[in-house]
């Protein structure tokens, strides 16, 4: 499925701070484009007991973050429980889209430096909770390997109907693929004049000698013409294979 998506030309490396995040006053095809990705990802659990994956990309600015908090989003209309971590503890940015505090967050709750209840930001929208970064640490593979972040993820898995966690790229860090025990898959975002075959292949045979499952790719960014009347802005197309 395909959707257009107005959007101001912007640099590739800049692409996650233009955010296009579904809502009520969404455009029909946006919002059924991530009801799709919904659908197809839950297929993908369904076979799974716990209802948690990661969402991941090859680089930075692909879009990942945008997708796994419009993913969310796309699950909390369901009518459950869905909470939001963000795990990218180098280069955060689920605050900024979601205009929350990150004082304290993940990295907060594993140093000790806080208990979950307090720290989470509970229904930021109906039925989604989320939970920032929190301060960058110095050893951020440590804390996602820690027993206090594996204690926390069962904790919140007797709470939420779904977990989803959002990532640092795999091309960058290989932080993300230290859920892998964790989590039943990962999705890709992978974006248009940006991510390389390259990239797709090397990031293939990372998700393969680590042994990790990967449940679909979203792929974003895809322009075409100009719209007349409308100098400056391109289509933009978000799909999910």
């Not at 995040?21 to 484009?33: C, G, L, R, T, Y």
């Amino acid at each position: 499925m395909k959707i257009k998506l107005g959007k101001k030309k912007t640099k590739r490396n800049n692409a996650e701070t233009k955010t296009e995040m579904i809502s009520d006053n969404s455009k029909f095809a946006i919002v059924e484009s991530y009801k799709s990705a919904r659908t197809n990802i839950m297929f993908s659990l369904s076979g799974d007991d716990d209802k948690m994956f990661a969402v991941t990309s090859y680089s930075k600015g692909d879009g990942k973050s945008t997708v796994s908090s419009n993913l969310a989003i796309s699950f909390s209309k369901m009518e459950k429980r869905v909470l939001l971590i963000d795990c990218d503890l180098r280069r955060p940015n689920l605050h900024n889209i979601f205009r929350i505090d990150n004082q304290l967050g993940l990295s907060n709750i594993i140093g000790k430096m806080g208990e979950f209840d307090d720290i989470v930001h509970k229904n930021v929208l109906p039925n989604l909770d989320i939970l920032p970064s929190g301060t960058i640490p110095p050893n951020p593979s440590e804390l996602l390997c820690s027993n206090r972040f594996i204690h926390l993820v069962q904790r919140a898995k007797e709470e939420y109907d779904y977990i989803i966690f959002d990532t640092p790229p795999v091309g960058v860090v290989a932080d993300a693929l230290l859920l892998k025990d964790m989590v039943a898959g990962f999705v890709v975002v992978i974006r248009e004049r940006s991510t390389t075959h390259g990239d797709i292949q090397n990031l293939l045979e990372s998700a393969r000698l680590a042994d990790c499952k990967l449940l679909g790719f979203v792929k974003v960014g895809s322009s075409g013409s100009k719209k007349r009347g409308k100098r400056g802005y391109y289509y933009y197309y978000y799909q999910y294979y």
